[in-house]
């Protein structure tokens, strides 16, 4: 036997016994910060896990961009292109209006009415004057904005408005759209506040 | 040993974890799968195979067929497509100015601004052009409105994109659902021979794949497939020849008064190629399979 081999494992002293020191801060800050990074991965690549989200598509949103519109979910994203192009200017994308410019369009009395159509007329032949909005007063006037939109796309809008921001109503269709429109005629006049609340009834 | 019980705590825990996390969490999420949607159709996916087609894949499985084909179409991305398919009375110069003004104009359009001009440079009015291909529907959507409104037709479509679909292996990637009535799925890991996942879309031909089978180099010239000629039995004309009998040319063909004629297996293995088409868009791997028109 050598004699390093004495010194290193000479059993005279008992067996070696670990002893224990606290671990370096900066192990502990680089395992957190690298423990963040990988939920942050996560997070963003991993689809929450989602049995229908495979790569290269990273989350359900994702996927969902790239999914084919039809039937009623593609009225409503037409629905949407068409509110953000023609209404959404003054009336918001949020639907909530804007002060001095147009009354709000989410929980409106004049939207969410089901079996009257008098949201159907507005657009069509515009409105002038006084008009009582969820209790308040506005005095503007709005546009025949929709009468130069196909029926389809103001069938479309319409219900879009109906069923955003909340709002729960029936869904407008391009027939009856077409039926306010020959009942209006070729040169619409813009209705009062009134005229309008006479429909109702 | 005073820490023996923190060892074991600690390794149940580790492998506890990633039996949770690779076998318990995928066989819940997996082992239950049943038929999925495709997309825009009451159709379901997969479709159940015939009995010959499900022993087919047996037959598959004993050739080794594996070991060399992959049934698997992988995908690196996905696109929104716009293209113009009618220009109506436009000039295709006027058209161009009119689209990257609007590229310029409209805020949802602006981030596709310079792909939109790109794809104009040097157009000279051939029909489809493809105007945008990118990750964003808004622009696809918008861009089909604004063009409608002015009388172009366009036709938006979603396309899978990689270099297998580039290849001509599929429209689309793999993904579970396809391989729910494939029991043991034949993955593979070696593209020695082409992919295979869609090859009842490529090859549909019982009598194509019958001889390719017997003298693959007498349909494919390169090909580097071995022969299955025990899938064959060769014998002797009868009064009559074998309805099923292969027509093969000159130099692949038995001496004179012979006949090929597949086996059972060989009918099996066939039935089975066939059904392999991953063609359906589904949930989960989304594509246009026909145009729609705006």
């Known amino acids: 036997m ?26 502990i800050v680089v395992t957190l910060a690298l423990v963040f990074a990988g939920g942050l991965f996560l997070d963003s690549h991993s689809g929450w896990f989602d049995k229908n989200v495979y790569a290269p598509y990273q989350s359900s949103a994702q996927l969902e961009a790239f999914q084919p519109k039809s039937g009623a979910a593609a009225a409503l994203a037409r629905g949407k292109a068409v509110y953000e192009s023609v209404c959404g200017i003054c009336h918001g994308s949020d639907g909530l209006g804007k002060p001095g410019q147009a009354p709000a369009l989410a929980g409106s009395e004049w939207v969410t009415c089901n079996g009257c159509n008098r949201l159907l007329h507005i657009p069509l032949a515009g409105v002038a004057g006084a008009i009582k909005v969820q209790g308040k007063d506005w ?26 921001w909340g709002n729960k109503a029936e869904a407008v269709t391009a027939a009856e759209v077409k039926n306010i429109r020959v009942e209006i005629g070729k040169s619409p006049q813009p209705y009062t506040g009134e005229q309008l609340l006479k429909m109702l009834e | 040993m005073k820490t023996g019980f923190s060892v074991f705590l600690a390794a149940f825990v580790a492998l506890g974890a990633s039996w949770f996390g690779l076998v318990y969490g995928p066989l819940k999420q997996l082992g239950v799968a049943t038929e999925t949607k495709v997309l825009q159709s009451d159709a379901k996916w997969p479709l159940q195979r015939t009995g010959d087609a499900t022993l087919g894949l047996q037959v ?26 009618e220009i109506g009375s436009h000039q295709p110069a006027d058209l161009k100015g009119f689209i990257n003004s609007l590229s310029g104009s409209v805020i949802e359009l602006m981030n596709a601004s310079n792909a939109v001009a790109a794809n104009l440079a040097g157009w000279n009015g051939e029909l489809p052009k493809v105007l945008y291909s990118g990750a964003d529907d808004t622009v696809v959507s918008m861009l089909g409105d604004k063009l409608k409104a002015v009388g172009v037709k366009t036709e938006a479509r979603v396309v899978a994109t990689g270099a297998d679909i580039a290849r001509g292996w599929g429209t689309r990637q793999s993904v579970a659902a396809d391989y729910l009535y494939d029991a043991p799925v034949q993955l593979g890991n070696l593209r020695a021979g082409p992919d295979l996942a869609t090859i009842g879309v490529r090859a549909p031909d019982v009598n194509w794949q019958l001889q390719h089978l017997y003298a693959p180099r007498s349909l494919v010239k390169n090909s580097t497939m071995p022969a299955f000629r025990f899938l064959f039995a060769v014998q002797k004309i009868g009064a009559q020849p074998a309805p099923d009998a292969l027509v093969l040319p000159k130099e692949f063909a038995p001496a004179d008064g012979y006949e090929v004629v597949p086996t059972a297996e060989a009918k099996q293995l066939v039935a089975y190629l066939l059904t392999l088409k991953n063609n359906a868009p589904l949930y989960e791997a989304p594509f246009t399979p026909i145009t729609v028109a705006k």
């Open chain 1, 2 to 27: 050598s004699d390093e081999n004495k010194n290193c494992c000479s059993s005279e002293t008992g067996e070696p016994t670990a002893t224990r020191s606290a671990a370096p801060m900066w192990i």
């Open chain 2, 60 to 85: 598959y499985r004993s050739a080794g067929c594996a070991a060399c084909h992959t049934e698997q179409v992988r995908q690196t991305g996905s696109a929104n497509v716009l293209t113009i398919t």
């Open chain 1, 139 to 164: 005095n503007l006037n709005m546009a025949a904005m929709g009468a130069a939109l196909p029926d389809e796309d103001l069938a479309a809008v319409l219900t879009y408005i109906r069923g955003a």
